[in-house]
């Protein structure tokens, strides 16, 4: 049996949510897929992916608490920012204009109104992991879907084109943990030239690539909806 409610609490709570849910640019990777069958619009992956949106929205749990390796990227992320200005001879600072349109939203690293230009930086957590050849970079951004996440900063910002760095920096020491190497993560990092721990693929606006992440998200609207509708006749 359910235990009793106190007098404060109700099951039913109020049915509200948003007309127009919009998929954010980092996961614009996840709902792009076609399904394989002509009787569904979305992928298992995409209503997976929106079904977290939903009892994240409803119930306030976020399905990502976050790494060490997310952990690493944000405590350096300013770093990261100073060293992409300076390798293209600019002073950058971090964008904190988060935009959105009907269908997406997202807040890049850095834009370059100027230059039409999109600049997202990305921290590796060690030497194995970090692309410092170009084949190996190009194929992580295929694989993580960056690309998909560009194409939604240049919509939003207007920009033609985005580059993406791969940076690699010294692991700050509070994130190593009992069972890290500092020398790994550390001083083998700091023996390579800056300039050799930078990786840059860019990323071209593509028209046809927006168009299909406008026809992806309105079906990704229509399921949200019955998600929430769903919910409101419990």
């Not at 109020?14 to 394989?36: D, E, Q, T, V, Y």
């Not at 988060?98 to 990305?122: A, V």
């Not at 020491?173 to 069972?179: F, V």
Request: with cysteine.
């Amino acid at each position: 049996p359910l235990p009793a409610a106190r007098p404060s609490e109700t099951f039913r709570r109020p049915f509200s949510w948003k007309p127009k849910m919009l998929i954010r640019c980092s996961a614009i990777h996840k709902i792009i897929g076609l399904p394989r069958s002509k009787n569904d619009r979305l992928t298992q992956t995409a209503k997976s992916h929106l079904i977290e949106q939903a009892k994240q929205e409803l119930f306030g749990v976020a399905a990502f608490d976050g790494a060490k390796y997310t952990e690493k990227g944000n405590a350096l992320e300013p770093f990261a920012i100073q060293g992409s200005g300076l390798i293209r001879g600019r002073q950058y600072a971090k964008n904190t204009e988060r935009r959105e349109n009907s269908f997406i939203s997202g807040e890049c690293d850095i834009h370059d109104p100027k230059h039409r230009l999109i600049i997202d930086t990305k921290c590796s957590w060690e030497i194995k992991t970090h692309p410092f050849f170009r084949e190996e970079a190009e194929r992580k951004v295929k694989e993580a879907g960056y690309d998909w996440q560009m194409q939604g900063y240049m919509w939003l910002y207007d920009c033609e084109q985005a580059e993406i760095d791969f940076w690699l920096f010294p692991c700050p020491e509070d994130l190593i943990g009992q069972y890290g190497d500092p020398e790994k993560l550390i001083d083998a990092i700091e023996r390579i030239p800056l300039h050799k721990r930078v990786t840059t693929v860019t990323v071209k606006r593509d028209p046809e690539a927006i168009e299909r992440i406008q026809e992806r998200v309105a079906a990704c609207q229509e399921y949200y909806r019955q998600l929430m509708q769903e919910q409101s006749q419990c």
